[in-house]
């Protein structure tokens, strides 16, 4: 399954916020999505999530979702989102409610996320017994127990610390990289972390301030499990990336204070 991303454009009343948006995430592929604060990377992802509709254009999907997909686009946010009154498997097996499945089915993928993530040995814990790394890991087992097309990831690592970041963009690396099928990850990666987004992304959507546009495309060549986030040569895609959007993130930033400077 392709998502597509069809000249979207979007406003709050009269605040302008997408203009013309236009890319695709097909199997195995990464598109993360970079810009200055406040260009509507969060807006754009809700819209390809189908959460919002936007004022112009469309966010299409083409050619067939995952056999037994429960939520072709399925969000992981920031800040986890889980139940915690339920432990980790009960957290994962939520999504698979209310579907009719036949229990050993549940049980089957349940299982099976768990090992993809690693928390088979957590399965009973509850969340807060979990460090932000576990729990993340467990908003990622519970949106690919939807057997998604496409993961739509708003900053999904921003709420944790350098290593376990590292940690997990490890994982993610794997979990996008398995197998070229027509059933294999896609991902939109929103993210203020240039070194991420070089780390993982196959294209790279530079906006540009508010309304977001699409400055520029970045492509980062190359099988992602080859990538080290020290290797210089991704250092200085990073640095050519901050170079893009510095002057627009320095005037969103002014725009911001300014903004809190007049509200209070
Ligand atoms: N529901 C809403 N109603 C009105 N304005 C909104 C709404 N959601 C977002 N906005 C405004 O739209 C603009 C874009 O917001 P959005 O969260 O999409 O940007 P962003 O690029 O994700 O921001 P950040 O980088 O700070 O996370 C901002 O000015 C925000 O205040």
Redesign the pocket.
């Known amino acids: 399954m392709q998502l597509i991303a069809d000249h979207i454009a979007h406003a709050?009343?009269p605040?302008p916020?997408l203009d013309d948006i236009s890319f695709t995430v097909g199997p195995g592929e990464v598109v993360a999505i970079v810009?200055?604060?406040?260009?509507?990377?969060?807006?754009?992802l809700?819209i390809l999530g189908g959460l919002e509709k936007p004022q112009a254009g469309a966010a299409l999907v083409a050619g067939a979702p995952p056999a037994a997909s429960l939520n072709p686009l399925t969000f992981v946010f920031q800040d986890f989102a889980l139940l915690p009154w339920r432990t980790v498997e009960g957290n994962v097996r939520l999504v698979l409610e209310g579907h009719g499945l036949l229990q050993a089915v549940v049980a089957d993928t349940v299982r099976d996320v768990l090992a993809r993530t690693g928390l088979t040995d957590f399965a009973k814990a509850y969340p807060k017994q979990l460090s932000g790394g576990m729990r993340q890991r467990v908003g990622i087992a519970r949106a690919l127990a939807a057997r998604p097309a496409v993961l739509l990831m708003?900053?999904p690592l921003s709420a944790l610390d350098a290593q376990t970041r590292e940690l997990l963009m490890d994982d993610l690396v794997q979990l996008v990289s398995a197998e070229g099928s027509a059933e294999a990850l896609g991902m939109v990666y929103?993210t203020?972390n240039l070194d991420e987004a070089v780390r993982l992304a196959d294209r790279i959507l530079v906006?540009s301030r508010?309304p977001?546009r699409v400055r520029e495309t970045v492509t980062i060549a190359g099988d992602r499990r080859a990538r080290r986030s020290d290797d210089p040569e991704l250092v200085r895609r990073a640095r050519e990336l901050w170079d893009l959007i510095r002057a627009d993130a320095a005037e969103a930033d002014r725009e911001l204070a300014d903004g809190e400077a007049i509200n209070g």
């Open positions: 709050y009343g605040l916020v810009g200055p604060s406040g260009c509507g990377k969060s807006t754009l809700r708003d900053e929103v203020h906006l508010r977001g």
